[in-house]
């Protein structure tokens, strides 16, 4: 698997706003995920996109990709207190352990 | 929907002694992962099992050890334990696929 680099690391923002989050990485990939870790409790898987795709949503979640710039995005719209975590972006999977970056760590203020 | 257990949740052992993790993966599922997060780290790929045999290996120590059994669930051994290895230890499971369920974790503390 391939260590995504999210960008920024921190982010600071006020419920009901908007929360953008980047992430580049070096090399082709066939998908590349998306996972959320609350303060010390597990990983939740957010969302997958595929290397033939450029956009998907779920719910208040879009991500998009683009495999030209090696980048990809997560917006999660009219965010609440609950979001407030770390978020990581991945690629790779199977068989392979994945490879965390430092993730971007999200915080809503109420 | 039935996610992965991870038992005990939480664990002190003594320097030097020996802890076993156990982790359940989500029914029907194949591939069993563990990972170790350090305090204030990301989280770091340990090992992983397709099918009962090692798939995948990570940075575990030689000091760890594991095995996926018949029915699919898994366990972490670790021996002479270290200060060093008080950490949050996930397991994962997936069904030949790219998607990874985590489980809710346990938390090692080393005295």
């Known amino acids: 698997s391939q260590q995504g680099e999210e960008d920024p690391q921190a982010l600071s923002i006020q419920e009901g706003e908007n929360a953008t989050m980047n992430c580049s990485y070096k090399t082709s990939i066939n998908n590349l995920q998306w996972y959320r870790q609350n303060s010390g409790r597990g990983l939740v898987h957010l969302i997958l996109i595929r290397s033939n795709e450029r956009e998907k949503h779920s719910g208040r979640l879009r991500v998009t990709l683009d495999t030209s710039k090696k980048s990809s995005s997560l917006l999660i719209t009219a965010s609440r207190a609950a979001d407030t975590a770390s978020y990581f972006c991945?690629?790779?999977?199977?068989?392979?352990?994945?490879?965390f970056g430092k993730g971007t760590h999200l915080i809503i203020q109420p | 929907a039935a996610g992965v257990i991870q038992s005990p949740r939480h664990l002190i052992k003594e320097k030097r002694e020996t802890a076993t993790l156990k982790c359940y993966p989500i029914p029907r599922h194949d591939t069993v992962y563990w990972y170790q997060q350090g305090p204030g780290q990301d989280p770091q790929f340990l090992i992983s099992?397709?099918?009962?045999?090692?798939?995948d290996k990570g940075s575990i120590p030689d000091r760890f050890s594991a095995q996926q059994f018949s029915d699919y669930h898994s366990e972490l051994n670790m021996s002479s334990l270290e200060l060093g290895d008080s950490a949050l230890y996930f397991c994962a499971s997936s069904l030949s696929s790219d998607t990874q369920y985590f489980g809710p974790g346990t938390r090692l503390t080393v005295l």
């Open positions: 991945v690629s790779g999977g199977g068989a392979d352990g994945l490879t």
């Open positions: 099992f397709y099918e009962k045999m090692q798939s």
